[in-house]
């Protein structure tokens, strides 16, 4: 079974620290993605990537940064953390120019 | 604009009791239609990706279909275990990965 794993299932952090979100795929997939969910909006993508070192922004790229320096490890990094990136983050990964299939369990993230 | 819609918001049916939820979609040009399910707290997981007009996919008591205009996600005989959130999205012509999201049919099968 494909697997997508996260760093942290819950996370607290202060306004302006550095933070940093994890995902690791073990399938050899090309594409990673990272998301945003919030009651409301549903799944916003934030950046995806189509190989390593490539990235590409999505529709809320604003005080998001990412990195991919190996092909299954794909970070999301808020450089400056706000109370407004308080929500669920969900990395996913797939094969090829496909959309997403395989997601992570999510990193709820609280901003205080 | 792009643009993908489901309906109902909420749905709450009987054990037993069939029914469909409806995602419509206003795209440039349609790559795929993506159909997930989630449980509260967990990430979406993969049901069907249907990619032309008149495709039908099938998985336990789900059944996914697809027109010009919208897609289907039949639901026979639920059972409780059925309910969760289902989310539509589309990939749309030109896009590497990007999908668009609907805001999801959120089931409830009552025993």
């Known amino acids: 079974d494909v697997k997508v794993t996260q760093s942290s299932r819950y996370l607290v952090k202060r306004t302006g620290e550095k933070v940093f979100l994890e995902c690791v795929q073990d399938?050899?997939?090309?594409?990673m993605f990272w998301y945003r969910q919030d009651p409301g909006l549903g799944l916003r993508l934030i950046y995806f990537?189509?190989?390593?070192?490539?990235?590409e922004k999505g529709d809320i790229p604003e005080g998001y940064s990412v990195s991919r320096e190996k092909k299954e490890r794909f970070s999301l990094i808020l450089e400056s953390a706000s109370t407004n990136q308080t929500s669920m983050y969900l990395c996913?990964?797939?094969?090829?120019?496909?959309?997403?299939?395989?997601f992570g369990p999510g990193t709820r993230l609280t901003v205080l | 604009e792009d643009q993908v819609t489901q309906s109902p918001e909420a749905l709450r049916l009987q054990e037993g009791e069939s029914s469909s939820l409806n995602c419509s979609y206003t795209?440039?040009?349609?790559?795929?239609l993506f159909w997930y399910r989630q449980d509260p707290g967990k990430g979406p997981e993969f049901l069907f990706t249907l990619y032309s007009a008149g495709e039908e996919k099938e998985k336990e008591r789900l059944k996914a279909t697809l027109t010009k205009k919208e897609s289907f996600l039949h639901i026979t005989a639920p059972k409780p275990e059925d309910s969760a959130t289902y989310l539509c999205a589309v990939q749309t012509s030109g896009n590497t990965g990007k999908l668009i999201f609907g805001q999801g049919t959120t089931l409830q099968v009552k025993p």
């Open positions: 996913a990964s797939t094969r090829l120019a496909g959309g997403p299939k395989f």
């Open positions: 399938m050899d997939h090309e594409n």
């Open positions: 795209v440039s040009g349609l790559r795929g």
């Open positions: 990537s189509y190989d390593v070192k490539m990235k």
